[in-house]
């Protein structure tokens, strides 16, 4: 079993939790990624290994509350146990000094961010990072990713905090007075597209990592797959970083929201049930 050895809320519907896992710490490198499932009947679902520590045996998870899986592994207190652990899973960044990277987060997307920005620099790159949420409390990982970067960019959308404005403005900012070699991208789909679209147009060869619907994480079931420069891939095994100008970003919208009322239903049958038996 996989014991929770520590737990932060980061903000109402985002936690950092810390489990005991020694194999996955002493293998894990940046990028790769793990298969929780929470109960003997609940969902498969991938997290991104955002910190590992080998001395201790600990992985850090961080994951925001958008379904009953994520709801359920938010709920567990320190001394609880996590069902099902698997990984590490996925390729590892390739990591070298290439210059200076532009690594890009868009909400929980900061915390797989954070073990990538890290490798980077300690590899010799000049690292420029802009992590962004819609407001203040929504930021995360904010001193760590300092730790760590060159120079750190903060957008809001709102404004309430760093500058206002979306995650694509702060990297026009930082691209226009830096020569960047590589960007990095991890975030909502919608926010990857746009930051592809951002580099694109000024040449800057980019990868992003993407959050796929997953089931097994191993290959076999074909649930994860994208188109990548015209050829099906899969995120899980062939993942889950890519050429960032070769994703059919359109396609992989159209597949993430398919499951959306689906989900949206069985939350609502969770919350109801949670709220009665608090209430018995």
Request: net charge negative; charged share 25%.
């Given at each position: ?93 390739h990591i070298e000094n ?48 300092k730790a760590f970067s ?43 597209k746009f930051a592809s ?84």
């Amino acid at each position: 079993m996989y014991k929770v050895v520590d737990k932060t809320f980061f903000s109402e519907n985002v936690v950092k939790i810390d489990v005991e896992a020694p194999r996955i710490a002493k293998a894990r490198r940046a990028g790769h990624f793990v298969m929780v499932k929470i109960g003997e009947k609940g969902e498969r679902f991938p997290l991104t290994i955002a910190g590992a520590d080998r001395d201790k045996g600990i992985i850090t998870l961080v994951v925001q509350t958008v379904g009953v899986s994520s709801r359920k592994l938010a709920a567990l207190e320190v001394g609880d146990s996590i069902t099902d652990l698997v990984g590490p899973l996925g390729q590892a960044t390739h990591i070298e000094n290439k210059g200076t990277i532009l690594a890009c987060g868009g909400g929980v997307g900061v915390a797989p961010l954070l073990p990538i920005v890290e490798a980077y620099k300690k590899a010799g790159n000049r690292v420029i990072t802009v992590i962004a949420a819609r407001n203040k409390d929504l930021i995360i990982l904010e001193e760590q990713m300092k730790a760590f970067s060159d120079e750190l960019i903060i957008m809001t959308d709102d404004g309430s905090y760093g500058q206002k404005g979306l995650v694509t403005e702060g990297m026009e900012a930082a691209i226009a007075k830096e020569d960047i070699s590589e960007a990095m991208i991890i975030g909502p789909a919608v926010m990857m597209k746009f930051a592809s679209l951002t580099t694109q147009k000024h040449n800057i060869p980019t990868l992003a990592s993407l959050n796929t619907i997953m089931v097994d994480g191993t290959g076999m079931c074909g649930a994860c797959r994208i188109t990548v420069g015209g050829k099906t891939k899969f995120v899980c095994v062939d993942g889950p970083e890519f050429d960032a100008h070769q994703v059919d970003f359109d396609e992989m919208l159209l597949r993430l929201n398919g499951y959306k009322e689906i989900e949206k239903a069985a939350e609502s049958n969770y919350l109801k049930e949670n709220n009665k038996n608090c209430q018995a």
